[in-house]
Each structure stands twice: as C-alpha cells, then as structure tokens.
C-alpha cells in the first residue's frame, strides 16, 4: 500500500511536469513559433543576390554614351562556396539556374572616356559602407561596381539601381531543389547629357599623337564636346585585362583628365581678362592709346630689365600706335605690359577672380582642380619675396605664377562671348533656369563690346588667328578669338592656346583647344579650331 504522501507527491510531480512541457510547448509554438518557423525556412532557402543595372548615359541627341548590354548568366551550386552567379560552369559546379545580368558599354570608347568614366568593384574600404547621399541604395558588397572618374562616379548615386535577388529551396545538406520566386532589381536612373554626339566622335580625331584638351560648349554653359589626349577605352575596365594595365603605366598618363585637373598658364589668351580689367577700373577707355616701341623698359635699385613684345623679339616688328582692339587683334605684349601697370595689381587680381580662375567652375565631373592667380600677399607668403613691376608685367600677358585649368579659362572667355555673364559649365542637361546657373558680372556694355571686337579683329586680316580670315567669306559668319603661347618656365617648349566663338553677334559655340609643347597657338591650336569650326556649320 502506498503511503497517501507519496501519491501526492507523484501526483504534484506530474502535474508540474506537464505544465512545465505545456509552457515549453506554448513558448515554442506560439510566442517564439515565428522565430523558429524562419529559422527553419533559413536552414532551407537560399538567396541569390540579382545585381541591378545601372543608368544609361545619352548624348543630347538620343545616342548612347554608355548602355547596358543583357547576358544570361548561371547560378551555380559548390558545396564548399555555395550558391554564386557565374559566366560558365567550371571546378566541378553545378548549374542549378539562370538570371539576367548587365555588362556595362561605351561605344565611343576613347572618343568620350573622360566625359562618361568607367566603372569598377569596390575596394576593401568601400565594403559594407553605405554613401549618406545614396537614400535607399544600401551598403556596398564587394561584388558591387561603382562609378570611377567622370559621370559615372558624380551621378553614382542616381546611376546605381537597386539590386533584386532570386530565392531557392535546398535540401538539409543545402542542395538545390527548385526556384522559389524572384524579386526583380530596379533599374537606376537616366542621364541625359549636353554632349553632341557626332561634334564629340569628330574633336577625339583632331588631337592624335599629343597631349592637349579641346573644349565646345554653348557661351551659356553647356558642354557639347570635351576631349583630353591621350585618353583611354573605359571598356578594358570591365574585366581585368594587359591593355588596363598598360593605361595605368602609361607615362604620357590617359586616365588625366587635362580638362578640368590640368593646371597651365594661359598665355595671351588671357589678355581679353585684362583689357576688360583695364576698361572697367577706369585705368583706360576705349580711346586709350599706345605707342608701341618693341619693348619696355625701367630701372630699380636692383637694376634695369626690359620687357619686349613678340613682335619685336621675332621680327624686329614694331606696332606703332595701337588702341585695345589693335592690341588684342596683334597680342600686344608691351601695350598689355603697360595696361596691367596702370590697372594695377589689385585690380587685375580682382578681376581674374571675378571670372573665376581661383575656384572651380563647378563642372559636373570629379577630380576638377583650382588654378591660382598669384598676388603680393601669395609670393610673400609662399616664396618670401618682395612683388615687383616685373611680376604684374608678367601677369598681364598670362604668364609668371598664374596657372588656370583649360575649363576655367574657357568659361571665362565664354563670359565675355555671351555678354558679361559667367555660367557653371554642365555635361548633364537640367531644368535649371539661366539666372541660377549664370551670374552677371555686371560689366559695361560698352567695354565688353570692346574687347569682343578686338577678338574679332584677331581672326580677321592682320590678326594673330590668321587661319580664320578667310571664314567669313567662305560661310557669312563672323568668328572671334584670341591665341596665346605660353612659355614654360624656362625652357624653350610653349603650349599653344587658341580660344574662339562665333557667331560674333550670338554665339553659338565657343572652342578652346590647347596642345602642350605645341609652340605658337596660331600654327598650331588654331587650325584644330579652325576644323571644328568647319565641321560645326556645315553640319547646322
């Protein structure tokens, strides 16, 4: 007989026993049954990450700059490595489905490489890290690709699509038994640029053989070609390949974008910065004259030194008696010397900022740099010296320590081509209205008037850009310029510089080409100008 104590205990024991496996059973089922029932679907789904094609960058026209092209591509199944997407089934992988993959395309290849970039995977520091500006997009894997120099690396963001992924079932052992579904990628966005299509193909033919950068855009801001020599084809980033690494070794360095990174001293094209520098101050008018001798002279306490003109030191030429718009159309060395004495340091440093040579334009592609217009504070402080007469001698004729970038430079004489007004330069079209994007330097009509007729008489008869005299004869449109040549430190080589817009009265297109090493802008940039010019009107 067993004691009534003992069955009650076993009774107790019971009760507690299956009250603890009804808990246990209602926490398992009910409070954490979703947690386990994902746990489970874990142990058997598997996901397979769908990268998402980016953008598509087009030319004004429609064309395309870069597109996608469509492959299909295998997921594979390793035991040891897992589900993964491949272009063939190699090492003894299994094929266990397929998904569409993009393969990025520039069919300008070189012709247009610093415009549009190129892509390429993430490095270690670029993993898992998300960019604060890209909302939605997530952190980079390390099988993403990202936009490198050009539009594809400032429009990254809105290029970069969201990726989608395919889901499959697999066994305990992890392999594969069907699809479960896909959620498709989203696409990223569309950039429709400034960029002509055809100008661009033409101007990437013009510079074969040399370093140098050509420039089109509009007078208001929009870029319709831009071109740096040596370039590259953005399409050898796409895998790893001899020709990349060639591109990366090259001493001659085609992944420099000279356009917007190069730093040059401009030379005489800089002239028109400082007649319109000269005439605002109030240091000249329109009338002011000067007699031209072959060069200028002064004495101090460190001696006397002599400031010639090109004319003279050449020809043993003399000008005579010349006014702004003679001085321009000839690139006056000693009027200009005496012009930028009478202005003044200060003011010409003023001016040159005014136009934007000590910032960036703000040009919609990367790595664009600052040039510097030097003045006697920047010398005391950077090289301990005294300024002198012969530093702004030097500096009105776009030489000495001032350095612009071939962008910055361009789209100052723009200004002046367009009226007074200077714009941020653009490769991208936006909706942005004029009076966002351009701001009126304010400068007389008239002064500006002047200074634009004096860039009409260098490209007519008697002028330094003799290689458009002939132009308005042949095609009824009137052309404006300016050349330089800029001498490089002291050594004999010259850059050579041409800048031109036309029509005179409404411009349409402003060029600036320039060529390192390539001696005297009117032989040598000149006659690209002049081709482009050709090619732009007979083709409008």
């Not at 090492?91 to 993009?102: C, I, P």
């Not at 498709?184 to 990437?204: C, M």
């Amino acid at each position: 007989m067993i004691p009534k104590t003992a069955i009650l205990i076993i009774r107790i024991v019971l009760i507690l026993s299956f009250s603890i496996l009804l808990v246990r059973l209602f926490e398992l089922q009910i409070i954490r049954g979703n947690y386990y029932k994902e746990l489970a679907n874990g142990n058997r789904l598997r996901r397979v990450i769908i990268k998402a094609p980016r953008g598509e960058i087009f030319a004004r026209g429609g064309e395309y700059l870069v597109k996608n092209d469509k492959e299909n591509e295998f997921v594979l199944y390793k035991p040891d490595k897992g589900y993964y997407v491949s272009d063939s089934v190699s090492d003894g992988a299994e094929r266990v489905s397929d998904v569409d993959t993009w393969e990025r395309d520039y069919p300008l290849k070189a012709s247009s490489a610093h415009i549009t970039g190129y892509v390429g995977l993430v490095n270690e520091s670029e993993v898992n890290k998300s960019d604060t500006a890209c909302i939605g997009k997530g952190a980079h894997q390390a099988t993403d690709e990202v936009g490198r120099s050009g539009l594809e690396e400032y429009y990254d963001c809105g290029l970069r699509g969201v990726d989608g992924e395919k889901l499959l079932e697999v066994n305990a052992d992890g392999s594969y038994v069907r699809d479960l579904g896909q959620k498709d990628p989203v696409r990223g966005k569309d950039i429709k640029t400034t960029i002509n299509y055809p100008l661009q193909e033409y101007v990437s033919t013009l510079l074969t053989g040399v370093r140098g950068v050509i420039i089109v855009g509009d007078a208001k801001g929009e870029i319709l070609a831009l071109y740096s020599s040596p370039s590259f084809d953005s399409n050898i980033f796409l895998s790893s390949s001899k020709k990349a690494s060639e591109v990366l070794s090259d001493k001659d360095l085609p992944l420099f974008n000279r356009a917007v990174s190069g730093k040059y001293s401009p030379g005489s094209i800089y002239k028109p910065i400082v007649a319109t520098a000269a005439l605002e101050s109030g240091a000249i008018d329109k009338n002011y004259h000067y007699q031209d001798t072959g060069a200028v002279s002064f004495s101090t306490i460190y001696g006397s030194y002599s400031f010639s003109n090109w004319y003279f030191t050449q020809y043993g030429g003399l000008e005579g008696s010349i006014d702004v718009v003679r001085a321009i159309a000839r690139s006056t060395d000693t009027f200009f010397y005496k012009v930028g004495e009478l202005t003044g340091i200060e003011k010409l440093v003023e001016w040159s900022k005014l136009f934007g040579l000590a910032q960036k334009t703000g040009i919609d592609v990367p790595g664009e740099a600052i040039g510097l217009v030097p003045d006697p504070q920047w010398k005391e402080q950077t090289k301990g010296e005294r300024w002198f007469l012969g530093n702004t001698y030097h500096l009105s004729i776009g030489q000495g320590d001032l350095e612009v970038t071939p962008i910055a430079i361009h789209n100052a004489l723009s200004a002046i081509a367009n009226g007074g007004k200077l714009c941020v330069p653009r490769i991208v079209d936006d909706t942005k209205s004029e009076s966002e994007i351009c701001s009126d330097l304010n400068i007389k009509d008239e002064n500006i008037q002047t200074v634009k007729e004096g860039m009409l008489a260098a490209c007519s008869t008697g002028g330094t850009g003799y290689t458009f005299a002939d132009f308005k004869d042949k095609n009824g449109i009137e052309v404006a310029c300016k050349t330089g040549t800029a001498q490089l430190g002291a050594v004999e080589e010259t850059n050579a510089w041409f800048t031109a817009f036309a029509p005179f009265d409404d411009p349409q297109i402003v060029v600036t080409v320039l060529i390192e090493e390539g001696g005297e802008g009117s032989k040598a940039a000149g006659p690209i100008a002049r081709q482009i010019f050709d090619f732009w009107f007979k083709k409008s």
